[in-house]
């Protein structure tokens, strides 16, 4: 005699508590590491004061992104509902009430500015940028193909940025090129992991995601790819000139950073890059060639 199969049991709503934790998406906020990127290449985070600048700003930016994914999903809650995961987000989830969730969001992009000014002006101003920057994203520019992409790698570089900003040390041409194009790398894979998981239904999720096609997210990844590892040989090669180490350290790190990028490029050719957070974290491979190059670029800067 047949049987129904079995449902599987919905899952329990959070608390509260529970759901104002979860979207502000903690897990999300190792992107802000890249603050410590300027301060570790110019070999001052070893010092007290630089260190706690760099700090404060990694601070700043995880308030300020809390915020904007606040705001962000609270003005998305209807494509999130109909999306097959974002749908589980607590303000799509209706676990959090709108109006509260808006103004949380405020609350945590104003308080991230301030406390930035708290660090120096300097920060402030890009803390401020990356606010106006996620803002028009979730306003204007996600709706519009190209600036969709641009406009979630502006974030990541405006990260970058602001640790260079915080402590005061210059920007290497070549370390804000591997950061932009490095970020404009990950964010189209993420795209194209979107696109392939979401199929026929991706435009009704993200419109823009209907506009492009396959061939076209893969040039943009190879275009990418390609500037990010000739900028990264490049800025080794400077770092290496002004080094007086017997070792070629920033040279030797050549290799696991390019090992890490064409991984990187084959997981999410395999459908893995929706998430670039939880490819690093759930990857062993990636992170020990992360591992391996941070040692070797470490030993450059620190090792004479």
Request: one cysteine or more; a neutral charge; charged letters at 15%.
């Amino acid at each position: 005699m047949p049987t129904d199969a079995p449902v599987a049991a919905p899952r329990p709503p959070r608390s509260l508590g529970r759901a104002l934790l979860v979207e502000a998406r903690p897990k999300q906020w190792m992107k802000n590491l890249l603050v410590f990127a300027a301060p570790g290449a110019a070999g001052v985070i070893d010092h007290p004061k630089p260190f706690f600048q760099t700090l404060g700003a990694f601070a700043c930016f995880c308030l300020a992104a809390a915020g904007t994914y606040y705001l962000n999903d609270a003005a998305d809650v209807e494509a999130d509902r109909l999306h097959p995961t974002k749908r589980f987000r607590p303000i799509a989830a209706g676990e959090i009430p709108l109006p509260l969730a808006r103004a949380l969001g405020a609350a945590g992009i104003l308080g991230s500015v301030a406390a930035a000014f708290a660090v120096n002006w300097h920060l402030a101003v890009v803390v401020a940028a990356y606010v106006i920057t996620t803002t028009a994203y979730s306003i204007w520019l996600k709706h519009l193909a190209v600036l969709d992409v641009v406009g979630v790698a502006a974030g990541f570089v405006l990260r970058a940025v602001a640790g260079g900003a915080a402590v005061d040390v210059p920007i290497s041409n070549w370390f804000f090129i591997v950061a932009s194009f490095g970020s404009l790398f990950m964010v189209v894979g993420k795209r194209r992991a979107e696109a392939d998981e979401l199929g026929a239904e991706a435009a009704a999720t993200r419109a823009t995601l209907g506009m492009y096609s396959r061939d076209y997210l893969i040039q943009l990844q190879t275009i990418s790819s390609s500037v990010v590892m000739v900028g990264y040989c490049l800025w080794a090669f400077e770092k290496a000139a002004e080094s007086s180490a017997s070792v070629p350290w920033f040279q030797l790190s050549i290799v696991p950073f390019a090992l890490a990028v064409l991984r990187y490029a084959l997981l999410v050719d395999t459908g893995h890059g929706g998430a670039p957070e939880e490819v690093v974290l759930g990857d062993r491979s990636i992170q020990l060639m992360v591992l391996a190059w941070a040692v070797a670029f470490a030993l450059g800067i620190y090792v004479t």
